[in-house]
């Protein structure tokens, strides 16, 4: 089993920054991509960015290209989220989540670990 806790998350005025971290345990990293979702009220969830094993790809919702930025420290089994220039349009529930295969995909389906979320809320 795989542990996803997610943090830093929280109330931001429009044109702000957040970082969020998510934290893995368990039977951690064996080559897996990880990503970030988003789900807002009464929305389904949508893929945010998507980083592979080595760091070396990864992969945007055009909402959110040139102002988030994914990475990932293998060391410390954390995977982060930055997100700047913030619009209220961000605002939503923030999940971390593993791939089931070592490519970069955007399927919520093809996912099979998922943290329990953190709220990111921009104002305008």
């Known amino acids: 089993q795989v542990q996803l806790v997610e943090s830093g998350g929280g109330l931001v005025q429009a044109g702000g920054s957040l970082r969020l971290s998510c934290a893995a345990s368990?039977?951690?990293?064996?080559?897996?991509?990880m990503a970030w979702f988003r789900q807002a009220p009464g929305k389904e969830r949508e893929f945010v960015a998507a980083?592979?094993?080595?760091?070396?790809?990864?992969r945007y919702a055009d909402s959110v290209k040139g102002r988030f930025t994914i990475s990932r420290d293998n060391a410390k089994n954390t995977v982060h989220l930055q997100m700047n220039s913030l619009k209220p349009e961000d605002t939503a529930v923030y999940y971390c989540?593993?791939?089931?295969?070592?490519?970069?995909?955007?399927?919520?389906?093809?996912?099979?670990?998922w943290g329990q979320g953190t709220q990111v809320t921009v104002s305008s």
């Open positions: 368990g039977r951690t990293y064996s080559g897996e991509a």
């Open positions: 980083i592979s094993w080595n760091g070396g790809s990864t």
């Open positions: 989540a593993r791939a089931n295969s070592f490519g970069i995909v955007v399927d919520v389906g093809e996912y099979g670990y």
